[in-house]
């Protein structure tokens, strides 16, 4: 959904019958120019690249063009549940990050947006959150259900002290419903909010991470829903699922500990809220998690 110098196709041909221009499907120097031409006079940044702000101007929701009801081909999974105005930040700003958390909390996603709606600290949240399943594993109701609590153009403050401010603009995050770390107590694990956790739904790893020995897993829905909109975003906002997270991988480095070029902005792509943050654990090292990332 993302149109630079050398996209070819139908979606170019629409974007040259909106600029005025002949449509033959190439997306080379003259219509570059228009698309220039169009960003400036509408006070866009003008790179001569046509993401979800410069078609937003355009008035044209290139997304439409595939509409289908696959989890994998669009976004008809997704339910809009907004924050409140007031409850986030209304600044259209372009993305170049997606940086993923869960909640430390409860599994019904609609509850966490009540909740950030609620409260005193002012206006945090994340665009999306994706539902879970209760702590003593029978209410799956929500399980992998997908909520638009922010819209992409705008953000919330996610991700607290720590990381350049261009970051906090600049980022897609996304929430996954998990009680996070436990604890154990006579043979069984806890959360910290007290709730006895099914031992389906534990994660024990080889070694701590953050001081945790056992998390409540992502489920195989969770994990299929992150996976899914994780490709939509960088679809739609031109990110790489291959840089961040996956490009630390591939180096040999710890992809979910803090990380310097991270928070000086020097790496884009999906990241982790503990890439920034030295005093967080989401998401943690699950298994499943990692091979996602890697498969990308």
């Avoid at 069984?188 to 006895?196: A, H, L």
């Avoid at 080889?206 to 960088?234: M, V």
């Avoid at 591939?250 to 992809?255: D, F, I, S, T």
């Avoid at 979910?256 to 943690?284: P, Q, V, Y």
Wanted: with cysteine; proline share 3%; net charge positive.
């Amino acid at each position: 959904m993302v149109l630079k110098t050398g996209s070819k196709g139908e979606l170019v041909k629409v974007l040259q019958n909106i600029l005025g221009l002949k449509e033959d499907g190439v997306f080379g120097p003259r219509t570059r120019k228009a698309v220039q031409q169009f960003q400036k006079e509408n006070r866009l940044f003008v790179d001569g690249i046509v993401g979800p702000m410069t078609w937003k101007k355009l008035n044209y929701k290139p997304e439409e063009e595939n509409l289908d009801t696959d989890r994998e081909e669009y976004q008809n999974w997704i339910e809009t549940y907004h924050l409140p105005e007031g409850e986030y930040i209304k600044k259209e700003t372009p993305k170049k990050w997606i940086m993923i958390h869960h909640t430390a909390g409860r599994h019904n996603p609609y509850k966490c947006i009540d909740h950030w709606a609620r409260d005193n600290r002012g206006r945090v949240g994340t665009n999306y959150v994706i539902g879970g399943v209760s702590a003593d594993g029978k209410d799956k109701q929500y399980d992998g259900k997908i909520l638009r609590a922010i819209d992409d153009e705008y953000f919330g403050w996610h991700i607290g002290r720590g990381g350049e401010y261009i970051i906090k603009e600049q980022s897609i995050s996304i929430e996954v419903c998990s009680a996070g770390g436990l604890k154990k107590k006579d043979g069984k694990w806890y959360t910290w909010f007290g709730e006895e956790v099914n031992k389906k739904q534990v994660c024990v790893l080889e070694k701590k991470f953050r001081g945790y020995q056992a998390f409540q897993k992502y489920t195989p829905e969770q994990i299929k829903s992150l996976n899914a909109l994780l490709k939509y975003l960088s679809e739609k906002h031109d990110i790489s699922l291959k840089g961040g997270m996956q490009e630390l991988m591939v180096k040999g480095v710890n992809a979910f500990e803090w990380n310097r070029d991270i928070c000086d902005a020097k790496i884009k792509g999906l990241i982790n809220h503990t890439n920034i943050r030295k005093d967080k654990s989401d998401m943690f090292p699950q298994p499943e998690l990692i091979k996602m990332i890697k498969d990308f």
